[in-house]
Nanobody
Framework: QVQLVESGGGLVQAGGSLRLSCAASGRTFSSYVMGWFRQAPGKEREFVAAIRWSGGRTYYADSVKGRFTISRAYAENTVYLQMNGLKPEDTAVYYC??????????????????WGQGTQVTVSS
């Protein structure tokens, strides 16, 4: 059974940084894509970033390009989201997601089968 456990959320001032972690277990993830999504109150869940476990190709939403970096630690089965230059509009619950890699990379929640429980990120102005 695939399990994804996020950690690293918290409260930070605008301009600050946080690093989220997603510990994955229950499968060999070499054929998977790992994604980060976020959901703010009253809004739909939206794509943030994704990475192909094999090869490490990355994908980003325009709103976070240049500020966020997704990476993976192969031996530790962990995916990271380094968030710099945080803005109040980045406030949301951040979710880790996983699914088998295909020709493309899904940027909608329906494209992922496995989800973590989420971790809260709050950016104060």
């Amino acid at each position: 059974q695939v399990q994804l456990v996020e950690s690293g959320g918290g409260l930070v001032q605008a301009g600050g940084s946080l690093r989220l972690s997603c510990a994955a277990s229950g499968r060999t993830f070499s054929s998977y894509v790992m994604g980060w999504f976020r959901q703010a109150p009253g809004k739909e869940r939206e794509f943030v970033a994704a990475i192909r476990w094999s090869g490490g190709r990355t994908y980003y939403a325009d709103s976070v390009k240049g500020r966020f970096t997704i990476s993976r630690a192969y031996a530790e089965n962990t995916v990271y989201l380094q968030m710099n230059g945080l803005k109040p509009e980045d406030t949301a619950v951040y979710y880790c997601a996983a699914d088998l890699a295909g020709a493309g990379v899904a940027i909608i929640p329906g494209g992922y089968t496995y989800w973590g429980q989420g971790t809260q990120v709050t950016v104060s102005s």
